[in-house]
C-alpha cells in the first residue's frame, strides 16, 4: 500500500503546497541556508542556491515514487515561504518532519502550526497508516509544540542524531508519535468449533 500525497490545503493566511523548481531561492533564503533556522536539525545548513535546487529535485522524485514527500507552507499575502514539511512514509508509519523559518513572524508562524494541524489529521486517517511520529532536539525549540498537536511523547533517545550546525556528532532527541488502533482480524476458530458448529448444521437440517 502507497500513501497518496494531499495536493493542497487551504487556511485563511497560508497555503500548504508541494515544492516547485522556481521555489529554490526563496527556500534557500528563508530556511535551508539560514544559520539560526537550520541550527537544531540534524542536517547541514545549505551553502548555495545549488544545493537547494538538488534537494528540490530529489523531493520531485520522492513524489512520483511516494517515497519522500515535501510541502512549503507559503504566505498568501506576500508570498513568502514560511515552513518546510516533510514526510517519510513507511506504512504503517509515516516520519514527519518540520522546519519553520524564523523570518515569518509570529502571527505566521502561529497559523503555520494550525496549517501542519490539518495536514496531521489528515495523515493519521489515511488508509494504511497508524503512526505518524517525529524526532526532535531535546533542547530546540520545536518539541514545545508536539504535545498541542495530539503526540505523545514516548522516549528520550541518546546521541540519536548529529546537530552538525553545532558541531555536535551525537544528541539526544525526544522521540514523538500519534497512533490510532490498527484492525485485528478475528481468531480463526479452532477445529473442535469448526466441528461443533458443522455437527450443529446437520443437526438442524436433520431436524
Known amino acids: 500500500m502507497r500513501l497518496t500525497p494531499l495536493d493542497s490545503i487551504d487556511t485563511p ?4 503546497r508541494p515544492l516547485t523548481p522556481a521555489d529554490a531561492p526563496a527556500l534557500f533564503d528563508q530556511m535551508l541556508g539560514d544559520a539560526g533556522t537550520m541550527r537544531d536539525l540534524p542536517v547541514l ?7 537547494t535546487d538538488a534537494f528540490i529535485a530529489e523531493a520531485l522524485r520522492g513524489w512520483e515514487d511516494g517515497s519522500l514527500i515535501r510541502y512549503t507552507l507559503e504566505c498568501k499575502e506576500t508570498g513568502r ?3 518546510l514539511i516533510e514526510l517519510k512514509p513507511a506504512l504503517p508509519r509515516v516520519e514527519i518532519g518540520v522546519i519553520i523559518s524564523r523570518h515569518g513572524g509570529a502571527r505566521r508562524r502561529r497559523a503555520g502550526v494550525l496549517a501542519l494541524q490539518e495536514l496531521i489529521d489528515w495523515l493519521i486517517e489515511q488508509p494504511g497508516v497508524y503512526r505518524v511520529f517525529a524526532c526532535c532536539a531535546v533542547d530546540g ?3 514545545s509544540s508536539m ?4 503526540f505523545v511523547k514516548e522516549a528520550v533517545l541518546t546521541n540519536h542524531e548529529p546537530r552538525p550546525n553545532r558541531g555536535l556528532v551525537a544528541a539526544d532527541s525526544y522521540l514523538f ?3 490510532r488502533p490498527a484492525p485485528v482480524p ?3 476458530a479452532s477445529e473442535g468449533v469448526a466441528w461443533l458448529r458443522n455437527t450443529m448444521q446437520w443437526s438442524l437440517e436433520d431436524a
Open 141 to 143: 525549540a520545536a518539541h
Open 177 to 179: 508519535a500519534l497512533t
Open 186 to 188: 478475528p481468531e480463526p
Open 13 to 16: 493566511l497560508l497555503r500548504l
Open 81 to 83: 515561504l514560511t515552513a
Open 147 to 150: 504535545e498541542r498537536l495530539g
Open 45 to 51: 545548513r545549505q551553502t548555495g542556491v545549488s544545493q
